[in-house]
């Protein structure tokens, strides 16, 4: 069955397909397994192979074998690169980077992308979204949170703005901004597991 072109890029013909894009595009100097994108994009790494297959087919994405592992990367050398990451950076570009700066953060316990950005990548038409609205659930001294901002912001090429709210907050329903938020479309970001990994690697050391 044919599903609708993603609201954030119509362009493209899946939502995974974009956040692979994204993925990729946005930190050219990593490669990826297929199981790592999947987990990254939120998606089956059957979905997953199949985007793979088709943008690698397309020169948009190269691949290369470890061993039994396919690992696949962005084409960095095409004409298409520098204008494809422009266009990737402020359509699909928030989960891919917040999830990457939020994740080197201590202290958070969850965070969403929220409004109008949220909806669209939910699926819910209407005009690009002109900035980004990110709820983080945790106890991070603010001045963090403004540099992630600025930071997400250079890169991203639209205005972030990072809200936080304290754990026991969060659990409460009867908060108004709370209950506006949740009521809407929300977008988690896997920070925590890129938290852990984070950890994990320093360990080693």
């Not at 980004?132 to 972030?160: F, K, M, Y």
């Not at 925590?192 to 080693?204: A, F, G, K, N, P």
Request: net charge neutral; aromatic share 4%; no cysteine.
């Amino acid at each position: 069955m044919r599903t609708s072109p993603p609201a954030l890029l119509p362009i493209l013909r899946s939502r995974v397909q974009g956040d692979l894009l994204a993925l990729t595009y946005l930190n050219p100097e990593a490669e990826y397994s297929l199981t790592e994108a999947a987990r990254a994009v939120g998606a089956s790494v059957k979905a997953v192979h199949q985007e793979a297959d088709r943008l690698v087919a397309g020169g948009l994405l190269r691949d290369r074998r470890r061993g039994q592992m396919r690992l696949v990367r962005a084409v960095t050398d095409s004409a298409l690169s520098g204008p494809l990451t422009d266009l990737l950076a402020v359509t699909y570009g928030p989960l891919p980077v917040l999830t990457a700066a939020l994740g080197q953060v201590v202290g958070i316990e969850q965070a969403f992308v929220y409004g109008s950005w949220a909806a669209r990548y939910s699926g819910q038409p209407g005009p690009p979204p002109g900035d980004v609205d990110v709820l983080v659930v945790g106890t991070v001294d603010p001045d963090v949170l403004d540099d992630v901002a600025a930071q997400a912001r250079q890169r991203l090429h639209r205005e972030i703005s990072i809200r936080q709210v304290r754990p026991h907050t969060w659990q409460r329903s009867t908060d108004p901004f709370v209950t506006t938020v949740r009521s809407r479309p929300l977008v988690e970001l896997p920070v925590t597991t890129t938290q852990e990994r984070v950890l994990d690697q320093m360990s080693v050391y």
